[in-house]
């Protein structure tokens, strides 16, 4: 295979360096990027930094005959969507990357999807390694918060809404497809679900809009009760949740009961970002996901834990607030663990 | 396998909030750990943040057979050294990890070697993600240098002394014991070897000291004639370099001479720093080694780029100074790319 100077150097290190496609000058926060033993970046005064590392494993996070340009789209989605739900705001990443060999229509490809993602968010690559072995793709992330702003899983608050944004369950469905779990007859609804598998969208402008306004959030990676929980556990809190205004597509609308109740309320890889905020901002939440065009539901309240429930936990309504018992278990979104 | 949650609770996240092994409080850097989508860490004022990654494959850089307890200890140190030749100091790290299966005792080892270097050098796990996969290690750190003080591979100018610290060669004469490409007869000599190829010492110590009197430095990952041109092009300069000063070890002086000089020369894996200062600093070099407890070595000269060699190169020569003809290019240290 090409050596690892000459596959950094062809792929990735040109680019990060090269003008942004709008042809703006690019203003890099590294003082010193890919090359040397170590990235240096200027941390802005006064904001703290958040990190985040993801790591994706083909057969368990993508296929291996996956499209190299949505695979290179969504390993560095993953990790925006992580300060997504932070509100951060994204300025750099390393890539580290193991492949069984230099295949160059397949390095091209996955690093323009790469490159196509990070520009758009002015997020610059900085650092990384590549080696030879299964293929690997592991980006850790780097953005700025203001100290205090940050939204963390654990500042849910009794009263609360409970929201989520887009439409939970299109990944899920797309994942079924194309493991013919299921069928979907309209092929542009089908379609619609394999991309929300393939090319999911971080969440970064509502986000940071959410910065002041929001209590907890986080994304929703491995399926809405499961990550729902997260927030609770680390809150102490537990949640109503009307099942039935959980946010799904048309596409996910024309599968039948049973799976359309699994994949939205227990299927993964939405990154769609689930948060609580207090009922008096309900206006405000509004508008501001108006402004960032992205759609945003309430779906439930959180509670304190009280005589009834002594443990964190979900109590899932259906429309009309009567009780409901799911079994959502072992629903996960790709091979179970 | 355990699920990713209580994998990380369980041997990752309650040792990194641990006490200190000395018994001293801990000051953690980081604002929020792990358990959030992103960690938050606060940057010290004034400084850079020094950044590297590296990941480790299994067959690639480590045997399948491998000392968990050394693996942990290597994924550390590897990354540990990048943040050396850079002259910053280690405060944080985020570990992704791919397994096969979740091993309890090859995992209680694993993270009880890592940790062990970790605390040593005050290095905070911040954050990660593990995920089931052919075996995966990468690990990125962070460290602080302040502005200008970091040691850069296009530092380099004509009349340094080029330095190593160390010996070289051990590590890759380790991994042909371990290869049966030869053999030593001394047991202790052997074992030497084999320690310095599982478990390279961080240079962290001597990076930081070096710190306003080395101009480039870099850690010997590839070898020393291969990481010495990384300098000698970032520099644009030439290295005269006499190839019996380079320090061995009594382990690698038993071997023949042509594998001795191979490794010395050729051979990965050693993390040593090799550096460049300017021909005043001798004596301050030699006494910050000292107190460092690290031996140092002289080795040659950087010169400008003039008109016999029109392009960054290095010039070997014997301890007489007579031209050496060198083969080294294919003795890589692991599976050759």
């Not at 596959?7 to 203003?27: T, V």
């Not at 520009?119 to 205090?148: H, K, Q, Y």
């Not at 009834?308 to 959502?328: F, Y």
């Amino acid at each position: 295979m090409l050596s690892e100077f000459s596959l950094i150097e062809r792929f990735f290190a040109r680019r990060a360096s090269a003008p942004l496609s709008n042809g703006a000058a690019r203003a890099p926060r590294a003082a010193l990027g890919i090359g040397d033993d170590c990235a240096l970046i200027v941390p802005p005064p006064g904001q703290q930094l958040a990190i985040s590392t993801d790591m994706l494993v083909e057969g368990r996070h993508f296929f291996a005959d996956v499209d190299p340009h949505a695979l290179g789209h969504k390993a560095l989605a993953v990790n925006l969507s992580d300060l997504a739900a932070m509100g951060a705001a994204p300025h750099a990443f390393t890539l580290a990357l193991a492949l069984p060999s230099a295949d160059e229509r397949w390095l091209a490809a996955f690093s323009d999807g790469l490159f196509a993602l990070a520009e758009r968010f002015g997020c610059e690559l900085i650092g990384g390694d590549t080696t030879s072995g299964p293929l690997n793709i592991c980006i850790t992330v780097f953005g700025d918060v203001p100290p205090n702003a940050a939204l963390r899983r654990d500042a849910a608050r009794p009263g609360d809404d409970i929201w989520v944004s887009g439409t939970l369950g299109d990944a899920r469905a797309g994942l079924g497809l194309l493991r013919d779990e299921w069928h979907v007859a309209d092929e542009a609804l089908a379609a619609r679900c394999k991309r929300a598998l393939e090319r999911p969208e971080p969440r970064v402008g509502l986000g940071l809009a959410l910065r002041g306004v929001a209590h907890a959030a986080l994304d929703i990676s491995d399926g809405l009760a499961g990550d729902l929980m997260h927030i609770l556990k680390r809150s102490n809190a537990r949640a109503i949740v009307d099942a039935d205004a959980v946010p799904i597509s048309d596409a996910l609308a024309s599968l039948p009961e049973g799976v359309r109740r699994s994949c939205a309320l227990a299927g993964g890889d939405d990154y769609e970002l689930c948060f609580t905020a207090p009922a008096e901002t309900r206006g405000t939440v509004e508008g501001l996901a108006e402004r960032e065009n992205v759609r945003v539901t309430r779906i439930g309240t959180i509670e304190a834990i009280g005589s009834v429930a002594h443990a964190p936990s979900i109590a899932w309504r259906d429309r009309n607030g009567a009780p409901l018992s799911l079994t959502l278990q072992g629903f996960d979104h790709f091979h179970a663990d």
